[in-house]
């Protein structure tokens, strides 16, 4: 594992410094992994497979930018994460379009939406209410279990702000992921 994790840094190095047969390597080594991230996101296999494609075509784009200031993981994350909510907020808005304007129901219908995946839209539409800065911090430690110290690097933030966003984002979501009706929901 640990040689597979410095064999990905020395192939974003080297892809960010131009080298083409780097980049094919590290996309084709990268795939599972982004898939994967944009699974937790995304509930439908199709969508979370175009929130992939998105993201390595993003990677491939933005791999110039890379500084190294933070481990080529935690950047990548970061990048899978932001592309599978825009292909959320692209559906939505696709959806919503060709409803004629009807809206999403405000709960997903559990007779045809598994839990898991009804739990992932309420997410998803709760993150989309909160502050970018927020959001980010709490995909980024609830989501995709990156440490505090990575979010700081990640996001150019002291360790204290990051706890205190993740801290704040967590208590806006709350109230907005558990029904009002459900036993340990406090009003307020």
Same mark, same amino acid.
């Given at each position: 594992?640990? $040689?597979?994790?410095?064999? *990905?840094?020395e192939? +974003?190095?080297?892809? +960010?410094?131009?080298d083409?047969?780097?980049?094919?390597?590290?996309?084709? *080594? =990268?795939?599972?992994?982004?898939?994967?991230? %944009?699974?937790?996101?995304?509930?439908?296999?199709?969508? +979370?497979?175009?929130? %992939?494609?998105?993201?390595?075509?993003?990677?491939?784009?933005?791999?110039?930018?890379?500084?190294?200031?933070? $481990?080529?993981? &935690?950047? =990548?994350?970061?990048?899978?994460?932001?592309?599978?909510?825009? &292909?959320?907020?692209?559906?939505?808005?696709?959806?919503?379009?060709? $409803?004629?304007? *009807?809206?999403?129901? @405000?709960?997903?219908?559990? /007779?045809? #939406?598994?839990? &898991?995946?009804?739990? /992932?839209?309420?997410?998803?539409?709760?993150?989309? !209410? =909160?502050?970018? @800065?927020?959001?980010?911090?709490?995909?980024?430690? @609830?989501?995709? @279990?990156? $440490?505090?110290?990575?979010?700081?690097?990640? #996001?150019?933030?002291?360790?204290?702000?990051?706890?205190?966003?993740?801290?704040?984002? /967590?208590?806006?979501? !709350?109230p907005?992921?558990?029904?009002?009706?459900?036993?340990? %929901?406090?009003?307020?």
């Amino acid at each position: 594992m640990e $040689s597979r994790v410095v064999e *990905v840094e020395e192939l +974003a190095r080297a892809a +960010a410094a131009g080298d083409t047969a780097a980049l094919h390597t590290l996309l084709t *080594v =990268l795939r599972p992994d982004v898939l994967r991230i %944009c699974a937790r996101f995304l509930p439908n296999r199709e969508d +979370a497979e175009d929130a %992939c494609q998105d993201a390595l075509l993003a990677l491939t784009r933005s791999i110039g930018g890379f500084e190294g200031r933070s $481990s080529f993981r &935690t950047w =990548l994350y970061r990048l899978t994460a932001n592309r599978a909510r825009s &292909t959320y907020q692209n559906l939505r808005g696709r959806f919503l379009a060709e $409803s004629g304007g *009807v809206p999403l129901p @405000d709960r997903p219908d559990p /007779r045809r #939406t598994s839990v &898991t995946a009804g739990t /992932r839209l309420d997410l998803l539409d709760a993150l989309e !209410r =909160l502050r970018p @800065d927020l959001a980010e911090a709490v995909v980024l430690r @609830d989501l995709l @279990d990156l $440490s505090y110290r990575e979010i700081a690097a990640l #996001t150019a933030a002291p360790e204290g702000t990051v706890k205190s966003r993740i801290h704040q984002g /967590r208590a806006q979501l !709350r109230p907005r992921l558990v029904p009002a009706d459900e036993p340990g %929901c406090a009003a307020g």
